[in-house]
């Protein structure tokens, strides 16, 4: 049996999960005061997902970098690809908030986008 600790995200109580998993598949969950902690436990131990956010070069903008984050979520064991990916994108100014910088990151299907306008250098 595998049995992993972890905060729970899902709410403001951040609960201490205990979770485990039996050799047959059967997942308990122990410590959460609401259903959703159930549930993100489960999601965690069986495919755990994230958010990706970071930072891409720009060129010829008033600022060098513009924040973006992915547009959903992505297996976590893709989050350092998806990392190498981005350090790699460069992107013309001007660009806008929610505009498209990657549109299928580490071939997981997901979009990145940006979440901040960045105006053209004069």
Do not use: W
């Amino acid at each position: 049996m595998e049995t992993r600790v972890f905060t729970c995200i899902r709410c403001p109580m951040g609960c201490e999960l205990t979770a485990s998993i039996s050799e047959h598949g059967v997942i308990t969950v122990k410590g959460n005061a609401c259903i959703r902690g159930e549930q993100y436990a489960k999601k965690e131990l069986i495919n755990p997902l994230r958010v990706l956010t970071t930072t891409v070069r720009v060129i010829g903008g008033i600022q060098a970098l513009v924040p973006v984050r992915t547009r959903g979520e992505i297996p976590k064991e893709k989050i350092m690809d998806g990392i190498r990916q981005l350090k790699q994108i460069q992107v013309k100014a001007p660009i806008q908030i929610g505009e498209v910088v990657v549109e299928n990151l580490v071939d997981s299907g997901v979009a990145v986008i940006a979440t901040k306008t960045v105006r053209k250098r004069e």
